[in-house]
């Protein structure tokens, strides 16, 4: 009998080991592995210099603490945390005894970030033929054709074409009732202008595609996103409604006395998200770096990562395709921002992906170098009335492009092909100058003549300067281009 007993719980025992390492190894698996940036073809020297920029911004209250990330080739490069994940106890920036100091497994409250897997679970739905992106909504929810909706198209909530206003008309939390009558009140919005006339960012666009994915799935949108998104990616930290045992690990966002929350840590900062039980179309996630870096690599490989397909190629196409050229500036796939140069900064162009949180977070993607930037940063705590990101997550992707391109001469040779593409010269002579004293210095670079290279390269910030003196580039290449140069010359100073 004992023997017999033994045994068993020795097969017990193996049985809970082996589930224990396969979880582990699933975990890990998902995971990019971290290098120095030389083995990708960056420079170090700009990435470093993002410390003192984050630094800087936390020392004037921009935020109270972040996390960068950078990926290049599916390895990251820089993954570092700042600051504080919680400090204050209410709006009059009362400070905690026991500050949290900020980590870079730190989770987020990504806020709008949340559309991103929004749109990628209801673009799943669409891999399946189970609806056309031309579809009317009222199709799928007949509520949604009231007050003159019966001809917003799917696609028109996934690009903010619909012409829906950017918010419901009524703090949700204020409606009495469940979920369900709060969410109906929502989809019986009177839209603000006609359909496909204007661009207009809505909240309600996303609410809606909320609504479409649970009709059509037959599930929750949390356990939608669970099963079809986050698991098979092995994303073991990014979820809705993070349960208590995890808060230490969140990142404290707003004080709010007017929803009766008090200091929100934990659960989701949008009102109406969690007036929504924290689990809506357009905010409610939480997720760290590292999980949201997979989710980017998933999009940066046409929608398959680590052996699991989660879209088709067509889907990512769709999704990272200008779809809003008829409204110029506000280039826009399914779903995704595109080439927003006041986050994305030098990383921006026609094939730039990415998007931004209310809360303080911002991704940009960057197929041609294969590239992902994230600022995480928790800047509504404790108070939404601070200096806006904005700057920062500018600085993030500059510095980022500048590790890139000034790498070596071609990847300066690239950073002018690319501005001229873009209309940045008055003409394509000063490009083609540019173009042939690059290769001058490639000659040298070859040939490891540091002396040559800096000397050349130091002709090539002259021909820069004279350039603009003569307003034959764009102070912004001029900066973008001279910078990038200055970050060259150092590291052959330094060879």
Known sequence: MLKKTMTAMSAFVLMVAFLVLDMGSTSAASKLPQVDPAEVNMLSQPLQDIDAEVEQAIGDDVMPGAVVLIAKDGKIVKHQAYGYAARYLDDDFTEMDTPVRMKTDTIFDIASMSKLFTATAVMQLWDQGLFELDDPVAKYIPEFAENGKEDITIKQLLTHT?????????????????????????MKEAPQSEPGTDYIYSDINFMTLGVLLERISGQKEDEYVHDHITQPLGMTETMYNPPAALKMRIAATEYQPWTNRGLVWGSVHDENAWALDGVAGHAGLFSTAADLTVFAEMMLHEGTYNGEQILSKQAVRLMKTNLNQAFPGQDHGLGWELNQDWYMDALADENAMGHTGYTGTSIVINPDNQTVAMLLTNRVHPTRETVSTNAMRKKVSEKTANAIYGWSAAGLQRLVEKYDREGEFDDGLVSRALVTHLRAVRHFEENNRADKVVKHLQGFQLLLKQSRQNDQITANAYQHLLDSTDYLVRKWQEE
Not at 162 to 186: C, Q, V
Request: glycine share 12%.
């Open 162 to 186: 619909s012409g829906l206003r950017p918010g419901p008309s009524k703090k949700l939390y204020e409606i009495e009732g469940t979920r369900e009558d709060r969410l109906d009140f929502a």
